[in-house]
């Protein structure tokens, strides 16, 4: 009777030991996941910016060396 109680008492602990690591997972894998999200998106809206500065630059430098090499 001892050792059906005893084990029991150890499958009790098992179960709520795996639940516990369970949520634990859940709740750093959902932290981790809106990090990632944000990363993401401040580097999309980074890369963007980047971009439209390099063609208004591209734009801006082509104006300059038309007026100075290409005059009519």
């Known amino acids: ?3 059906e109680l005893i084990q029991e008492l ?7 030991a ?3 690591a369970g949520e634990l997972a859940e709740t750093i894998i959902s932290s ?4 990632n999200e944000k990363v993401t998106n401040s580097m999309s809206q980074r890369g963007k910016m980047l971009m439209l500065l390099e063609k208004r630059l591209n734009f801006s ?3 300059r060396l038309k007026r100075r090499f290409l005059k009519f």
């Open 1 to 3: 009777m001892k050792a």
């Open 10 to 16: 150890q499958l009790l602990q098992q179960s709520r």
């Open 18 to 20: 795996n639940k516990f």
């Open 32 to 35: 981790v996941d809106a990090v």
């Open 61 to 63: 430098v082509l104006k």
